[in-house]
Structures are given as structure tokens and as C-alpha cells.
């Protein structure tokens, strides 16, 4: 669960506006975001000792009514509170049983995920709710009467498939969207700084950063053993582009991004205009993403960006990205669970000249 220099250019209205419910409040610059990010979903001192509900009780028993737990004070509601008040919404509608608990509801993804101590208490617009039963009548019922929920999915196939494409032979996996949006953000902290990283989650794959991610890690030991300073970094899956942009806070000269999911380019590019304050870069786009396919084949270059780095946009199969990018100094291969990535990184280890990391 997710808890969830010198001048650049000024982002337009436009390259912040929602790429799903078109609204310009959605989106936020790295810095605004960054500024209320680990405070957002503190309680106030009326709140902070809020019990939480037991999660397997069943809710009948806990007496519990849709206006429970919301904090006069601060106006914010303990997760246990809001996620009793969607189950009471399923439960109502037939879509649960009446003896259902808190544990039988879904997966709430908070607008914007950061490493908490404790369960949030949640402004409005705050979560996402995956759930795996539900319609849309009901979804439009939960987004109305819940406050705190921004966009209501419904899960397709085992909780264990990874949203988006295995690879570009195979076919898209997607949640549907019910109701509302369901963009949301990951802080993702590091010794190379911080950065904001928005994706639509009905099609792309939900991360659940942490501190200590093991894939934060090993970019940081590529910053610590000198591999990023001037280098030149291909990051081959890129989805929304968290390892590359990182790769460029650690000082790389040129990051190559690929991702053959248009999906993840979209959200991609969204993050190069969040995040181009802490990147000190100005981005140009170069290909109208209305005419690419869904899945990528060869290698198209959609965007360029320029400053303290260089920053490359890859659409494509990564197999064919050696025709466009044929040597750099590092290689990041980081496929989804059942993807082989030896083959790939056979291929690129004449390519890379440093390192091929395969996370």
C-alpha cells in the first residue's frame, strides 16, 4: 500500500493539464509538490490519536456510519474511516458481503505516495480505490458521496499482473477506468535529490517506492562508484521514467529513455515537465503522440530536452534501440517480473561500455 539554478523555462498551462480529467489542479511542479508532500496527510493535534478500525471485523459490527471520523478541526479522515465508508457504499450496493471487513475492500493509492510512519489522514481528492468488483453506477456513487476519493479503477485479471505490456509481442494489460481520475504521484527520494512522478494508473504499473527501494539503491551505487558522472545512460524500460531522471540528477551528460508503451511516454514527458526545475533543463517535443501506435516497434525519437543534461524520448521496441543509440557508457535493463532480461542484456553488453545493470 502507498501511504500510495540557472533559469529554466516556465511551464505552460498547457503541458501540466491532466492528461485524464483535464483539470490543471492534478498536476503540480516537483517544488509545490515537494513542499507539502511529507506534511499533506499529518493529523492535527485534535486527530493524531484516532484509533484505527480492526481490519477484520466484519463492518456491521464496528457500528460504523459514513460520516464517522472526520476531524473537525483539520477536516482530514484516517484511511481506516474512508475505506470503511467505500466498503459501506459496496456492501449497500450489493457487491460485498454484508459480513465483509476492512481487508475485503480494495487498494487505496494515495494522490501522492511518500514513505509515511504512520496510516494518513486524508484531504479530499486523496486516493485512487482499486477495486475488484464494482460498476459504474456504483463507482459515480463512491466518488460522489466520499470526499476523499479522486478516481475509482476496476482490477482485471490476477492482483499479480503487472499493468501495461510484458513485452511489445504481448497484448496491453489495463484496469478500467470507472469513475473520476486515477492520475497520481510517487515522491521518490534519494541521494541524488528528489523528484515527483505522475502516471495514469489504469495503464500503467503501480511502484510502491520506499527509502530503501533496492532499485533506488543501485543508482545510487552507480552515482557512488563514479559510473554517472559524464555519462552516457540508457534506461531501455523506462515507463514514467524514474531510474533515467535519477540517473540524470546523479550526473550523467545524456540519458537515453525507452519505453515502448505509449502509455508510459505520455506520463513520461508529463514528468519531464514536473520535474525540469530540479533537472535545470527546457524540453522540446518532436512527435505528435496521437499518431504513434499503442505498442512501439522501431525506435522513434518524441522528445529532446536540454540544459544541465541531455534528455532523449525513445518510443520503441528496446531491442531496436541500439539502430538509434549504438553505444553508451551504462545500461539500465529493468523488465517486469517473467521477462528473461539475459537476452537483452547480451545484446547491450557490447553496447554499454561500463555497465549493464539489470534490476
Not at 268 to 292: C, F, H, P, T, Y
Request: charged share 25%; with cysteine; proline share 6%.
Amino acid at each position: 500500500m502507498i501511504y500510495t539554478g540557472a533559469a529554466y523555462h516556465l511551464m505552460m498551462p498547457s503541458e501540466l493539464k491532466c492528461p485524464t480529467c483535464g483539470s490543471m489542479d492534478c498536476i503540480k511542479p516537483a517544488e509545490e509538490t515537494l513542499r507539502q508532500a511529507y506534511t499533506m496527510y499529518s493529523p492535527c493535534q485534535r486527530c493524531w490519536h484516532d484509533k484505527p478500525l480492526d481490519k477484520l471485523t466484519p463492518l456491521v459490527e464496528l457500528g460504523f456510519e459514513p460520516g464517522h471520523g472526520r476531524c473537525a478541526a483539520c477536516g482530514k479522515r484516517h484511511l481506516d474511516y474512508t475505506m470503511a465508508h467505500v466498503l459501506d457504499i459496496l456492501i449497500k450496493s450489493g457487491f460485498k458481503d454484508a459480513g465483509a471487513a476492512l481487508k475485503d475492500v480494495g487498494t487505496p493509492l494515495i494522490s501522492y505516495g511518500v514513505t509515511m510512519v504512520e496510516p494518513p489522514r486524508l484531504p479530499p481528492k486523496s486516493i485512487v480505490m482499486v477495486l475488484d468488483n464494482v460498476d459504474k453506477a456504483v463507482a459515480h456513487r463512491i466518488l460522489e458521496e466520499v470526499p476523499e476519493v479522486k478516481g475509482v479503477l476496476k482490477r482485471t485479471g490476477k492482483p499479480s499482473d503487472s499493468v501495461g505490456i510484458l513485452d511489445t509481442s504481448s497484448k496491453p494489460h489495463v484496469y478500467e477506468l470507472m469513475s473520476g481520475c486515477d492520475v497520481r504521484a510517487d515522491v521518490v527520494s534519494s541521494l541524488l535529490g528528489d523528484l515527483c512522478l505522475y502516471r495514469s494508473q489504469s495503464d500503467c504499473h503501480i511502484e510502491f517506492w520506499r527509502s530503501n527501494s533496492v532499485k533506488v539503491k543501485a543508482v545510487e551505487k552507480l552515482f557512488l562508484d563514479g559510473l554517472l558522472e559524464g555519462a552516457v545512460v540508457v534506461d531501455g524500460f523506462a515507463s514514467v521514467g524514474t531510474l533515467g531522471l535519477l540517473a540524470a540528477l546523479g550526473g550523467a551528460r545524456r540519458v537515453i529513455l525507452n519505453d515502448a508503451w505509449l502509455p508510459a511516454i505520455r506520463n513520461l514527458l508529463i514528468n519531464l515537465e514536473v520535474n525540469k526545475g530540479a533537472l535545470n533543463i527546457a524540453v522540446d517535443r518532436l512527435a505528435d503522440l496521437s499518431l504513434l501506435p499503442r505498442v512501439g516497434d522501431e525506435p522513434v525519437l518524441v522528445a529532446r530536452a536540454s540544459g544541465n543534461v541531455e534528455l532523449d524520448v525513445y518510443h520503441g521496441d528496446f531491442r531496436k534501440l541500439n539502430r538509434a543509440v549504438p553505444a553508451c557508457d551504462v545500461c539500465i535493463i529493468d523488465t517486469f517480473p517473467g521477462v528473461d532480461p539475459e537476452p537483452l542484456s547480451r545484446q547491450w553488453q557490447d553496447i554499454a561500455s561500463k555497465k549493464v545493470l539489470i534490476l
